[in-house]
């Protein structure tokens, strides 16, 4: 018996009319696929009412660390609503206290505040701010930002400024500025461990010759590994970013909202790189599923009037966070996200032994992957291919994230059993044969 049991799914009238007419009533944006209406979710796998179920390579979105519905967390919100306790705003409760206890055991030592949120973007903009005001203090020039060329912190106002994608930007009038993005080092650019911090001083000294001074600016902002491709900082780039960083009291500010709570085989992926943070803005995977946010950060930073929302650690919410984080602890998921990664790993560098034209890069830790899909006469990643081997997935019972630029990322709950990741992997291997075969 296998995990995925997929039948039919183009001709399931039912579901296809119930798809089509959400399409109709929300943003194109919001529907991530034409077959798929979950009805629920169980650890990895995901069901819809007809009898079908899919392997989970996507978390839902990197959300569903412990797995989907796990007992400890459903049992944890079952306990706030049987007490009657749904809404707190900034009221305190004796969870919030627990949870932010929790969180800072993770974080470094000077590290002794978290403002809590309900989605990622939110943390970016706190953060945003924040590292201004803190920038100020210093001298009252200093509110430069730096983010990375196609990085993304989300899709409000601040959040898509310090993002690198100027296609999501066309429509401001107006950009910030004192944002400025610095190219991304990595093998598209020819960047790796041993140029790593060669290619950071010639970026600085690249916008230090546009008249921007380091000592203008107040924080970086960093994906530990860029959304769209999964590929990482080296660890080399950072080192020489952190270093150029305490010369300029610059803040070093990286955004787990992704990354975070044992994605990438460490409990945040900003560890990988041997260097501090600031800031720590982390979601998703928190809770695992209620919408949770949080920055944490040293007092001196964090604490200011303006950063809460109405619903700032909202208390089922936070009940779901405690559950995740005991679970997360208890089932050793960071340590099982490094052994089934292993395994994940050496199976897509088979798969690229296998294509070494069409597949152009893999890039993976922990659960974590992205494959890169090309063709043999250009650079350019091939969106097509990506999104045909994602389709044949889907209808195989393997869910995949497909990021539109020309990868396939891989983001499996870290509690999945390890035949259903062989299982998926069986699946991608297939479709990746059948499409390949036919777009030669
Ligand atoms: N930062 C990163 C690195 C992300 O991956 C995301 C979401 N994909 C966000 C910020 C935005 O989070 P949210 O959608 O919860 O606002």
Redesign the pocket.
């Known amino acids: 018996m296998t995990y995925a049991q997929v039948s039919n799914l183009e001709e399931n009238q039912e579901a296809v009319r119930i798809i089509q007419r959400l399409k109709t009533l929300e943003p194109e944006a919001t529907c991530e696929d034409d077959f798929v209406l979950w009805d629920r979710a169980k650890d990895f796998l995901v069901f819809d009412r007809f009898g079908n179920q899919w392997i989970d390579f996507t978390s839902g979105?990197?959300v569903a660390n412990t797995g989907h519905s796990h007992p400890r967390v459903k049992t944890a919100i079952q306990a706030r609503l049987d007490r009657g306790h749904l809404f707190n705003y900034l009221y305190a409760t004796e969870d919030k206290l627990r949870f932010i206890e929790l969180l800072l055991e993770l974080t470094p030592q000077k590290f002794n505040q978290v403002v809590l949120y309900?989605?990622?973007?939110?943390?970016?903009e706190c953060a945003l701010k924040l590292s201004r005001i803190h920038g100020q203090k210093i001298n009252p020039h200093k509110v430069g930002i730096i983010g990375f060329e196609d990085?993304?912190?989300?899709?409000?106002l601040g959040?898509l400024m310090i993002g690198g994608k100027p296609k999501d930007k066309v429509w401001m009038p107006w950009h910030d500025p004192a944002i400025y993005h610095l190219p991304y080092p990595d093998y598209r650019r020819g960047i790796d461990e041993t140029n790593g911090a060669s290619f950071f001083k010639e970026s600085i000294a690249a916008l230090e010759a546009k008249g921007v001074k380091s000592e203008s600016i107040a924080a970086v902002f960093m994906?530990p590994y860029q959304?769209w491709s999964a590929c990482f900082f080296p660890k080399s780039y950072v080192q020489a970013l952190a270093s150029w960083a305490k010369r300029n009291q610059v803040l070093v500010i990286f955004?787990?909202?992704?990354?975070g709570f044992g994605r990438t085989g460490m409990w945040f992926a900003y560890e990988h790189f041997g260097v501090e943070a600031d800031l720590v803005?982390c979601?998703?995977g928190i809770s695992s599923s209620l919408?949770l946010?949080a920055v944490l950060g040293p007092r001196e930073i964090l604490n200011h009037a303006g950063v809460t929302s109405t619903h700032t650690g909202n208390v089922l919410s936070v009940a779901a966070g405690i559950g995740n984080l005991e679970v997360l602890h208890d089932e050793k998921l960071v340590e099982r996200s490094n052994r089934l990664g292993a395994i994940l790993l050496e199976r897509l560098e088979k798969l690229q032994r296998k294509y070494p034209e069409r597949i152009k890069f893999i890039s993976s830790r922990g659960l974590l992957a992205g494959i890169h899909f090309g063709n043999k006469e250009s650079n350019d990643l091939d969106v097509k291919t990506c999104s045909e081997i994602v389709r044949r997935c889907i209808a195989s019972g393997l869910l995949l994230i497909k990021t539109n630029i020309g990868t396939i990322k891989i983001g499996p709950p870290l509690t999945i059993a390890q035949d259903a990741l062989e299982e998926g992997l069986d699946i991608l291997e297939e479709a990746v044969d059948v499409v390949l075969a036919r777009s030669k």
């Open positions: 979105i990197f309900a989605t990622g973007s939110e943390t970016n990085a993304f912190h989300g899709k409000t959040s994906e959304g955004d787990e909202v992704q990354s803005c979601g998703k919408p946010s």
